[in-house]
C-alpha cells in the first residue's frame, strides 16, 4: 500500500515546483540558507572543477523528497577566471517521496507555464511532441520534455522534464493507483546557445 499524500504535501510540492522555475526562467535570487526547498543536508563540491557545487535538502513538509540543485560559475560571464564568476543554479532535480497522487500531467503544464507540442534537447535542437513513452515498458516510467514558455518576467531558456508512473492494469488492488503518479521534474537552464569552447570550456 502506497503512502497516503496530505494537502499541506501537495500544496509543498508546488511551491518547490515554482520557486525552481522562477529561479531557473526568471533568474531569481537562490540563498541555500533560506529557500522554501528546506534545509541543507549537503553541500557537495565536484572534483576537479572550479566553483561547481552540489547542494541537497531536506524538506520539512516532504522529508523523504530528494531536493537536488547544481549551481556553477555562470557560464554567460566573460571572464576566464572562473573563481571570480558569480555562481548561478543551471539544474533543479526533484524526486517525490511519497509519489504524488491526483496531479496531472495538464495541471504541471499550467503551474510550470511550458509550451505544448515540441521540447528542447541538450544540444538546442527541436523535437515535436511531449511524450516520450515508457522506458522500459514493464516499469511502467512514462517520461514527457517541455519547453518553459516564453514570459515577459523569462532571463533564459528551461528544459523542462517531468516522469510519472503508470497505473499497473494488472493490479486491481484497491489500493493501488488508478491514474498516474508523479515520480520526478527536471528542470535545467539551456546555455546550448553559447558557442563551444567559450571561456576554456570543452562543448558537451
Excluded: C
Amino acid at each position: 500500500m502506497g503512502q497516503t499524500v496530505t494537502d499541506a504535501q501537495r500544496d509543498m510540492a508546488f511551491n518547490i515546483l515554482t520557486t525552481s522555475m522562477a529561479i531557473l526562467r526568471d533568474d531569481q535570487p537562490f540563498d541555500p540558507a533560506h529557500t522554501i526547498f528546506g534545509r541543507i543536508l549537503a553541500a557537495r563540491p565536484e572534483r576537479g572543477v572550479v566553483g561547481v557545487m552540489e547542494y541537497s535538502f531536506v524538506n520539512p513538509v516532504l522529508p523523504e523528497t530528494q531536493i537536488i540543485l547544481y549551481v556553477v560559475p555562470d557560464p554567460a560571464a566573460p571572464s576566464a577566471d572562473r573563481t571570480k564568476v558569480k555562481q548561478v543554479v543551471t539544474a533543479i532535480t526533484v524526486r517525490f517521496n511519497p509519489l504524488l497522487t491526483d496531479i496531472s500531467r495538464s495541471t504541471l503544464e499550467d503551474l510550470l507555464r511550458v509550451d505544448i507540442g515540441y521540447w528542447i534537447d541538450g544540444q538546442g535542437n527541436r523535437w515535436p511532441g511531449n511524450d516520450l513513452g515508457t522506458a522500459p515498458p514493464q516499469v511502467r516510467l512514462h517520461g514527457y520534455r517541455y519547453r518553459a514558455s516564453n514570459l515577459p518576467t523569462s532571463r533564459f531558456p528551461v528544459n523542462v522534464e517531468f516522469a510519472f508512473g503508470d497505473p499497473d492494469p494488472k493490479n486491481p488492488a484497491p489500493d493501488e493507483p488508478k491514474t498516474p503518479v508523479l515520480m520526478d521534474v527536471l528542470l535545467n537552464r539551456d546555455y546550448s546557445a553559447l558557442k563551444p569552447r567559450r571561456h576554456g570550456q570543452n562543448p558537451s
